[in-house]
């Protein structure tokens, strides 16, 4: 099973800063990543496919990158709507797997 | 627009069988596979089970197989997840979702409680 480790769990910052978030592969995914959001009471949200694109209607202060075992969903400038928990995903190899979450906080 | 909408959830007793249905509009369904996730109560998200768009295969995560069977009716546009000897742990939102890169959706879920 591919694991998918998030780093850090919780990440804290104030309006405008950047964030970067982590997601570490056991073994190669290749570019079959995805992002996501989740807000309370909500279905996940597609930010990012593919490791790199952004998905319809997502704002352009979200990006990602990475290939092969190490990815990065950035938020350029962080906003008060953005607090929720991050998931990475992968969709290469059985079973599918999901990464324990990055949780946001805007102070 | 994909739209996904699960049907089928409830409350169930432990060792109860209960059916999820996913009506699915919006692209074509029958050149797309088709996925069933969960997500347990304060859990992150699960992948339970595929079929492939043609029906022709099958994959379940290991903590379902044998007990959910998926299926789908191409001619109907949907998909379908057998539960059988439901345990407490198979409480979540059970969501159905395509996961193909730029093509992917997820519907809102239902809920499944397992519990006497």
């Known amino acids: 099973e591919t694991v998918l480790t998030q780093s850090p769990a919780i990440l804290s910052l104030s309006p405008g800063e950047r964030a970067t978030l982590s997601c570490r592969a056991s073994?190669?995914?290749?570019?079959?990543l995805a992002w996501y959001q989740q807000k309370p009471g909500q279905a996940p949200r597609l930010l990012i496919y593919?490791?790199?694109n952004r998905a319809t209607g997502i704002p352009v202060r979200f990006s990602g990158s990475g290939s092969g075992t190490d990815f990065a969903l950035t938020i350029s400038t962080l906003e008060p709507e953005d607090s929720a928990v991050y998931y990475c995903?992968?969709?290469?190899?059985?079973?599918?797997?999901f990464g324990g979450g990055t949780k946001v906080e805007i102070k | 627009q994909v739209q996904l909408v699960e049907s089928g959830g409830g409350v169930v007793q432990p060792g109860g069988s209960l059916r999820l249905s996913c009506a699915a509009s919006?692209?074509?369904?029958?050149?797309?596979?088709m996925h069933w996730l969960r997500q347990a109560p304060g859990k992150g998200p699960e992948w339970v089970a595929y079929?492939?768009?043609?029906?022709?295969?099958?994959y379940y995560a290991d903590s379902v197989k044998g007990r959910f069977t998926m299926s789908r009716d191409n001619s109907k546009s949907t998909t379908s997840l057998q539960m059988n000897s439901l345990k407490s742990e198979d409480t979540s939102i059970y969501y159905c979702?395509?996961?193909?890169?730029?093509?992917?959706?997820w519907g809102r879920g239902t809920l499944v409680t397992v519990s006497s």
């Open positions: 073994q190669s995914v290749g570019a079959y």
């Open positions: 079929v492939r768009y043609d029906g022709s295969s099958k």
């Open positions: 979702a395509v996961l193909e890169g730029a093509t992917t959706a």
């Open positions: 593919d490791a790199s």
């Open positions: 995903h992968q969709r290469i190899n059985w079973p599918l797997t």
């Open positions: 919006g692209f074509i369904f029958s050149s797309r596979g």
